[in-house]
């Protein structure tokens, strides 16, 4: 959805739709405000920037929570609702960082994201300035998917999915690339081993 405001000088509905859905996904989990400024980052990308975008984003992002509001305010709880709106620094114990799991798995994580976006950069120069810009969009959202762990207060694997949506799109880039495809099936198969072995560590311990 979002890259279709790319260039597009009637995208009101588009950004208005992408900005509610980041609000609604931030009152379930609330490090997932973050991405509005993901948002509006990738409309200064794709298109000219002007006004009535502005607006349509921060109407989208204020209407759940002006709706939500109104319902606490009209149950008096309005003051306990404010006061779940909380943030404590990201806490990772060092006991979890030193499993094997966790540790081979953001290893093969860091060095497929580091691999996949030098090649990425250094094909940038040759790809059409659409594909720029996209690339560019899911860089940020890369960013951003980091920074919204350090929101939630504690450690945990299911935000790392977020991660996963720019990752999956640069490795399959890299693959893509690949002269040889017996180096890209290689990875794959490592890739798969890898799931393989999260699946089933609870049962080998």
Not at 164 to 185: F, K, Q, Y
Request: glycine share 0%.
């Amino acid at each position: 959805m979002v890259f279709s405001i790319y260039k597009s000088h009637a995208a009101y509905a588009r950004i208005f739709d992408v900005a509610l859905l980041v609000s609604a996904a931030s009152l379930i989990y609330y490090p997932c405000i973050l991405f509005f400024i993901w948002v509006l980052i990738s409309i200064s990308i794709l298109k000219p920037v002007d006004l009535r975008d502005l607006i349509s984003a921060f109407l989208g992002l204020f209407i759940p929570y002006f709706l939500l509001a109104v319902k606490y305010f009209w149950t008096d709880s309005l003051d306990k609702w404010i006061k779940t709106f909380y943030w404590h620094p990201l806490i990772v114990p060092v006991s979890v960082l030193l499993r094997k799991d966790v540790a081979v798995t953001f290893l093969i994580l860091i060095v497929l994201a580091a691999w996949s976006f030098i090649a990425i950069q250094t094909s940038l120069s040759s790809t059409v300035v659409q594909i720029r810009k996209y690339w560019t969009v899911l860089f940020w959202f890369f960013v951003f998917s980091i920074l919204s762990l350090f929101l939630s207060g504690h450690f945990q694997v299911t935000p790392l999915l977020f991660v996963l949506i720019p990752l999956t799109c640069s490795v399959s880039n890299l693959m893509n690339r690949m002269r040889r495809e017996s180096i890209a099936e290689i990875i794959f198969f490592v890739v798969f081993l890898l799931v393989i072995f999260i699946q089933l560590q609870p049962l080998l311990q």
